[in-house]
């Protein structure tokens, strides 16, 4: 049986955004025994400040992760990966 488990997080940039150059997730995600997946995804790229701009800036982020397994499900056959990751630029309206 294949379960999945959606996981939102809003990440909050020290600088403007105008736009994602590169981006990768990467994760620590692992399953112990008292049926928990414990971890954390790390997104790491480079954006840009201004759409003119030729500079970029690096970004890393650690997201903690944590999710308890159903008792009925044998953890010794549990595989943890990642199969759809998908990003959204949310920009700040600010009204003067």
Do not use: A
């Amino acid at each position: 049986m294949k379960k999945i488990i959606p996981f939102k997080k809003e990440i909050i940039f020290k600088t403007n955004l105008s736009e994602i150059t590169s981006i990768s997730l990467e994760h620590t995600l692992q399953v112990d025994k008292n049926n928990r997946v414990t971890g954390e995804f790390i997104v790491s790229g480079e954006y840009k400040m201004v759409d003119t701009s030729v500079n970029v800036e690096s970004f890393s982020f650690n997201i903690p992760f944590e999710v308890n397994v159903d008792e009925k499900y044998i953890i010794d056959n549990v595989i943890v990966d990642i199969y759809d990751f998908c990003y959204e630029i949310i920009t700040n309206l600010r009204s003067i």
